[in-house]
């Protein structure tokens, strides 16, 4: 028998050449690239459990094997499980669509606004 | 499907070949399906923040505006837009080849056993191990894909185009079909709509990879003898053996270098590559070339599927967009080829610069109803519209 892969840290290997940093601090890259995985495993845990309810729904009862194999049944359902996804990255990413809309439209500070109101 | 979502993963057509999932492992690339179509929303910001901020500054400081993209690099660079778009990009590569590898490695074994099966004594797979892989392939990995096309983690392995066949479906938010062909089968109905009359004999794909848009081709001319090249073994053995699957008897997958293949002087009808210029490197672009004029027949055709060239009234804000994907997600001779103009390419070979032909082609997409994917956002070089050129020799 061959020897087995060590898959895990296989898996996570990096690729060749230098990886591009985009912030200036390296750290705050970092810390957003674990920030987004664990993003990642909460949406799978999110999908596995609406598996289940379907699950449990349908058949009144659930086994691990029901659960691996389970793939949405319909339209609706595909519709159902990839929304939840759509409405959960734009939540989880929700300040970075703000600051393009302060971007498109700058807007006055409230400290601004407070002046202003006061004369209104 | 509606608001403009990804499909699910598991619409992906399956094969024997596929790997294996488990129900997180689909659900993991349904979430970064998501992500990257999110994020191809999202970099119309960065436009933004190339006119509202970047522009603005840099005339400031410098009482002009910006003359290349070296200054504009530079400039957006410092945007903090640009910053989280392009962290959250790369972030969102990274994770995709992790969930693919960690799905096939673990099933290595397994898929180099349904391989062998599938391939074992087919005289229509034909490997050589003396075929030596580029040097430009051995310089990166492209597409950040550890190892590349061509690294064994065990004898017989066919892990890296598993991991390819898996993710790519992710990586192009399924906008190119249930078999990843889109590619392949537009190029198909558009030489049978423009040459109803060609009736190849012989077929040459270089740079096959696990010839996902080489089979449109084999179906459409099950008469003709097919030839796919590739250099990297475990694309060849996996494609072989996917194929073999799928039903296909007139492809021969071959490990050779596309550059110096073994065939004779014009013994093909038409030779065809699809994503795979740009993947080469400055001088063995020549080369190629070179032999795809060698082997083609007087009246042969060739087509090369690629991404968008580079126009004069394209804006330096466009073309160092298009260059993103080349220097951040590793596929760095593309960032070079966008400066060489393919008529002169192809007129260094030999083709004369009147028979040269340009097209555009977009994806045939089963996965929606009248197969044409809707507009989308122009997302530099990720979209499914491609530019095709190519030459009859005469
Ligand atoms: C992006 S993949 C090709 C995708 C494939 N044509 C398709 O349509 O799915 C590029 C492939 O080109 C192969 N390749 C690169 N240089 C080559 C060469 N000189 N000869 C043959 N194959 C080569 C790589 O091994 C890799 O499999």
């Not at chain 2, 220097?327 to 610069?353: C, Q, R, T």
Request: glycine letters at 6%; a negative charge.
């Amino acid at each position: 028998m061959e020897e087995e892969l060590d898959y895990i840290k296989l898996a996570s290997n990096k690729s060749k050449g230098k990886r591009p940093y985009f912030h200036d601090d390296h750290a705050v890259e970092r810390v957003l690239n674990i920030t987004m995985a664990i993003a990642g495993e909460l949406a799978v845990i999110r999908e596995r459990m609406d598996s289940i309810e379907r699950l449990l729904e349908k058949n009144g009862t659930v086994s691990r094997e029901d659960i691996e194999n389970f793939v949405p049944e319909t339209p609706e359902q595909e519709e159902q499980r990839q929304s939840w996804h759509s409405e959960y990255i734009s939540r989880v990413l929700r300040i970075v669509q703000q600051e393009q809309e302060e971007m498109e439209n700058p807007d006055k500070s409230i400290e601004e606004i407070a002046n202003d109101i006061n004369e209104m | 499907m509606a608001k403009n979502l990804t499909p699910v993963w598991n619409k992906v057509a399956k094969h024997a070949m596929l790997p294996e999932t488990t129900h997180d492992e689909r659900a993991r690339y349904n979430f970064l399906s998501n992500l990257n179509k999110h994020l191809a929303h999202v970099s119309h910001g960065t436009k933004t923040a190339y006119e509202t901020r970047v522009v603005p500054k840099f005339r400031k400081k410098h009482g002009r505006d910006i003359q290349n993209r070296t200054e504009l690099k530079e400039a957006i660079e410092k945007d903090p837009h640009y910053q989280i778009w392009s962290s959250l990009r790369r972030s969102t590569m990274e994770m995709r080849q992790q969930a693919g590898r960690s799905l096939t490695l673990r099933q290595a074994t397994s898929l180099r056993d349904k391989a062998s099966a599938l391939n074992e004594g087919k005289s229509t797979l034909v490997l050589n191990p003396e075929v030596k892989v580029p040097e430009y392939l051995l310089a990166v990995d492209n597409h950040i894909m550890p190892g590349s096309y061509h690294t064994e983690l065990l004898e017989g392995d066919v892990t890296p185009a598993a991991n390819y066949d898996s993710g790519i479906f992710v990586t192009t938010a399924g906008l190119i079909g249930r078999y990843n062909d889109g590619g392949g089968k537009a190029i198909t109905t558009w030489v049978r709509q423009n040459y109803p009359e060609f009736k190849p004999k012989r077929i040459l794909d270089i740079g096959c990879g696990l010839g996902h848009n080489v089979l449109p081709i084999a179906k459409a001319y099950p008469d003709a003898e097919i030839i796919a090249i590739d250099t990297g073994a475990p694309m060849l053995r996996y494609g072989h053996a996917r194929a073999m699957d799928l039903g296909y008897k007139n492809v021969t997958f071959m490990q050779m270098d596309a550059a110096k293949t073994i065939f004779e002087d014009e013994s093909f009808d038409w030779i065809q590559s699809t994503m795979f210029l740009h993947e080469t490197g400055g001088k063995s672009i020549y080369n190629i070339m070179d032999e795809v004029y060698r082997l083609l027949k007087p009246g042969g055709l060739t087509l090369h599927i690629e991404q968008p060239q580079y126009t004069d009234d394209m804006s330096e804000y466009e073309k160092f967009m298009r260059d993103w994907d080349a220097l951040n997600n590793s596929e760095p001779y593309w960032s070079k080829m966008h400066d060489i103009d393919p008529v002169e390419l192809m007129a260094a070979s030999g083709f004369k610069k009147e028979d040269f032909m340009q097209i555009g082609a977009k994806a045939e997409n089963d996965l929606i109803e009248g197969g044409v994917n809707e507009e989308e956002p122009e997302d530099f070089g990720r979209s499914p519209i491609w530019n095709v050129f190519g030459a009859i020799k005469k």
